[in-house]
C-alpha cells in the first residue's frame, strides 16, 4: 500500500534557528502534499496544500514566509520552519496523495517540534 | 463552506460491544467523499473507511461500517466486536469530489475500549 514517510519524528531546536521536515512517498507519486498543524487533543488543521512544480497554497492565517513549503519533486515534500519561537511548538502532520486520490490520502506518522 | 461536526467528544466501550459515532456534515457539493480516520496514542493517522456520495450503499471494512444517509447528511460509524486497539481518536472527513480537494475535518470523537 501507499507508504508516507515524515522525519524526523521528533525535533528540539533553540528559538531564532530554522528546521526542516521532510515528506517522502516511498512507493507512489505524490502530485499533491498537505501539511497540518495539530495542537494536543484537537483536530488536525491544514497549513497548506503543496504541488509538485508550482508555488504552495497556503490557508488563510498561517504566514508563508514563516513555513516555508518546497515540493521539488514528486515523491519529496519538505516544510522549513524558520526563526522558530516556542509556540510554534505543536505536531506536524504532512499527507499525500497519487492521481488516484479519491481512496483517500496517506499520512506521515508527524513530527512532534519543540522550540526551547 | 463545507463543515464537519463531531458532537461526541468522548466515548467508551466494553470490550466486544459495539459503538457508534457519529458525525454530521454540511456542503452544498453534490458529489464528494466522506473518511473515518483513526488516530491512536501513536499519532498516525489511519484510514478506517470512506464512502462515495453517489453510492447509495454504506460501506462496509471488515468490523466496521457506516450510516451514510445523504439527505440527511450525516456519516456515523459502527464499530463491532469492539477491540482494545480500537482505542483512539476518531476524525471524520469530507472532500469535495473537485477543487482543492482538501479534506475537511471533524473535531475527533476519543474512543476508549474498556477491559
Known amino acids: 500500500g501507499a507508504v508516507v514517510s515524515q522525519h524526523p519524528s521528533r525535533v528540539i531546536c533553540k528559538s531564532g534557528t530554522s528546521v526542516k521536515i521532510e515528506c517522502r512517498s516511498l512507493?507512489?507519486?505524490?502530485?499533491?502534499m498537505f501539511w497540518y498543524r495539530q495542537f494536543p487533543k484537537q483536530s488536525l488543521m491544514l497549513m497548506a496544500t503543496?504541488?509538485?512544480?508550482?508555488?504552495?497554497?497556503?490557508e488563510q492565517g498561517v504566514e508563508k514566509d514563516k513555513f516555508l513549503i518546497n515540493h521539488a519533486s514528486l515523491t519529496l515534500s519538505t516544510l522549513t520552519v524558520t526563526s522558530a519561537h516556542p509556540e510554534d511548538s505543536s505536531f506536524y502532520i504532512c499527507?499525500?496523495?497519487?492521481?488516484?486520490?479519491?481512496?483517500?490520502?496517506?499520512f506521515g506518522s508527524g513530527t512532534r517540534l519543540t522550540v526551547v | 463552506a463545507q463543515t464537519v461536526t463531531q458532537s461526541q467528544p468522548e466515548m467508551s466501550v466494553q470490550e466486544a460491544e459495539t459503538v457508534t459515532l457519529s458525525c454530521t456534515y454540511d456542503?452544498?457539493?453534490?458529489?464528494?467523499?466522506l473518511f473515518w480516520y483513526k488516530q491512536p496514542p501513536s499519532r498516525q493517522m489511519i484510514l478506517v473507511i470512506r464512502?462515495?456520495?453517489?453510492?447509495?450503499q454504506n460501506a462496509t471494512e471488515n468490523r466496521f461500517s457506516v450510516n451514510f444517509q445523504k439527505a440527511a447528511k450525516s456519516f456515523s460509524l459502527k464499530i463491532s466486536d469492539s477491540q482494545l486497539g480500537d482505542t483512539a481518536m476518531y476524525f471524520c472527513?469530507?472532500?469535495?469530489?473537485?477543487?482543492?480537494?482538501?479534506?475537511?475535518f471533524g473535531t475527533g470523537t476519543r474512543l476508549k475500549v474498556l477491559a
Open positions: 499527507s499525500a496523495s497519487a492521481s488516484n486520490y479519491n481512496y483517500g490520502y496517506t
Open positions: 512507493d507512489f507519486q505524490a502530485t499533491t
Open positions: 503543496s504541488n509538485e512544480g508550482s508555488k504552495a497554497t497556503y
Open positions: 456542503t452544498s457539493e453534490n458529489n464528494y467523499y
Open positions: 464512502q462515495e456520495a453517489y453510492k447509495q
Open positions: 472527513a469530507f472532500r469535495a469530489a473537485s477543487g482543492t480537494y482538501k479534506y475537511i
